[in-house]
């Protein structure tokens, strides 16, 4: 087969490569240079290669980027449009992301190493549907009427949160991008998004369709950059009303402190994750494994909720190591763009060297590598072999850290109350799965494992009407379902006297 190339030197033996189209910042409506011209180097995960070279935003950027977003609020009329007008205008956005659904896929699919066939299938059209679910809401954001104790009429507003500044991860660049922007603008906020410098692509491709659906000018900005500088500049801020963030827990430590000490904005944080995954001993052997295997090493591990603890109840912990093993051998590594495999490139070199660290870390402290543990040797990139390990105890470090690798720890337990203390012992609750058959079980270890998802017998079912959001130091806030816009809007009591009313 041959090589289809996007001009660049960006090719793939199995899908055309389409031309990078949008490299710059896209501010108050229009593509631009950074203020200082710098760009940085936007890297393909299967080869190492540059892709493009990328406007690199800074703290001046981010300003003219704050002042569009915060003329558009004040002045413009997203949010002085009746909500079924912001609807029309998300809906063709969502459109707009449907018919370039190839696109944009192959984006994602080159920057990040995601796999293009489920990008096609799946997370491009599901981002595409997350939009159409918030429009569906735009019309629907209304107060109470409250009955008051005395002779006082009063009521509730909900009113749009003002400017937000989303900040967004490397793993799930179009989906979280549809996620945080889908309920702001259906709050009736204005906007600034900064992907991450890993995965900036589709993030300005999105801008494009914005424009195109008819999103006035201001309302969504793009800034890509560093976290370091970019970001830090929006989560300090002093004229920009809230930031969502998602990313690892130590950069959301950074992203409070910096709310707290500009203007106290609110911030709302879905962080890392180390969800254990428990199979009892009814469970089905074979399925179940079938589970377990995608919930560690889909998206290469590269997952926030990725089920990366496995336990596993005493009375079937052989033969399901058995069948682990069995099922990771046949999992196939390599080209993203072939619908044959089932696992692509770390994001960069730099994750692909920290994986590959815990690797090693896992051997030094006695776990048992059982399978993988090493990079592909017949080819560039940043390709790393599913990895198991078993005799995993809870004090070693691959059984505690959040690795965003494909990483799996197996454990043994015996009992419910042992399984339930240990799934908790973490600084983590982001999400778990339960495997069992029985009901009892099922409702009591769900009840007590301390994390925002518990899925019964499935594992990483999402779904546009289930929020989503973690425990302790996975974060706060609600992503996904009605939730999702409460985050974006603000809560004003209005009451005035009545007299001579016959009732209050």
């Known amino acids: 087969m041959s090589s289809e190339s996007n001009g660049s030197g960006v090719e793939s033996s199995f899908v055309k490569i389409p031309q990078i189209k949008f490299t710059k910042l896209f501010i108050n409506g229009e593509f631009v240079e950074s ?3 710098k760009t940085f180097e936007t890297i393909d995960p299967r080869t190492g290669e540059v892709i493009a070279k990328i406007s690199e935003g800074d703290k001046e950027d981010v300003d003219l980027a704050v002042k569009a977003a915060r003329q558009a609020f004040d002045h413009g009329p997203w949010p002085r449009l009746p909500g079924s007008e912001r609807r029309k205008i998300m809906l063709k956005f969502a459109d707009l992301i449907d018919k370039n659904v190839e696109e944009i896929a192959a984006l994602d699919t080159i920057d990040g190493g995601k796999l293009y066939s489920l990008a096609k299938a799946l997370e491009i059209p599901g981002a595409a549907e997350h939009l159409r679910y918030c429009a569906g809401a735009a019309d629907k954001i209304h107060g109470d009427t409250l009955k008051m104790s005395r002779e006082l009429q009063a009521y509730t507003l909900h009113e749009p949160i003002g400017v937000v500044g989303h900040i967004i991860p490397w793993n799930s660049p179009s989906y979280m991008f549809a996620m945080k922007v889908g309920p702001a603008l259906a709050a009736g906020c204005t906007m600034l998004v900064k992907p991450a410098e890993q995965t900036p692509l589709s993030a300005l491709y999105y801008a494009h369709l914005a424009k195109l659906a008819g999103i006035p000018d201001g309302v969504l900005n793009v800034v890509t950059g560093y976290g370091r500088t970019a970001g830090a500049a929006i ?9 969502s963030f998602t990313g690892s827990t130590e950069v959301g430590r950074l992203v409070m402190q910096a709310a707290a ?3 106290l904005k609110p911030v709302s944080l879905e962080l890392g994750g180390k969800s254990p995954f428990i199979v009892f001993d009814d469970a089905d052997i074979d399925k ?7 919930g560690a090493f889909i998206n290469k591990g590269e997952v926030c909720v990725a089920g990366s603890r496995v336990f596993v109840q005493q009375g079937i912990y052989d033969k ?10 046949s999992w196939v590594v390599g080209d993203p763009f072939d619908p044959n495999v089932h696992q692509g490139p770390q994001v960069d070199k730099n994750q692909y060297e920290r994986v590959l660290k ?7 402290e006695g776990a048992t590598l059982l399978t993988g543990g090493g ?10 072999e599913p990895t198991i390990f078993s005799d995993v105890s809870d004090d070693m470090t691959i059984a505690k850290e959040e690795i965003f690798g494909p990483i799996m720890s197996v454990l043994k337990f015996k009992t419910v109350e042992e399984v339930i203390k240990r799934a908790n012992a973490t600084k983590y609750g982001l999400a778990a799965g339960i495997m069992t058959n029985d009901l009892n079980i099922a409702n009591r270890v769900s009840r007590s494992i301390r994390a925002g998802v518990i899925w019964i017998n499935c594992f990483l079912d999402f779904d546009i009407d289930l929020p ?27 009451a005035t006297p009545i007299y001579d009313s016959p009732w209050l």
């Open 35 to 37: 203020l200082s011209g």
């Open 235 to 243: 989560t300090s801020h002093m004229d920009i009303d809230k930031v």
């Open 261 to 263: 000490l500009s203007n």
């Open 288 to 294: 179940i494994a079938s589970l377990a295997l995608q």
């Open 320 to 329: 399901f190591l058995i069948k682990l093993v069995e099922k990771a051998k």
């Open 358 to 364: 815990f690797i090693e870390i896992g051997k030094k």
């Open 375 to 384: 990079k592909l040797s017949n080819r560039n990139g940043y390709y790393i």
């Open 468 to 494: 989503f959001g973690g425990y302790k130091m996975s974060g706060f806030g609600k992503e996904m379902g009605m939730e999702s816009l409460n985050m974006y809007l603000h809560v004003k009591s209005v």
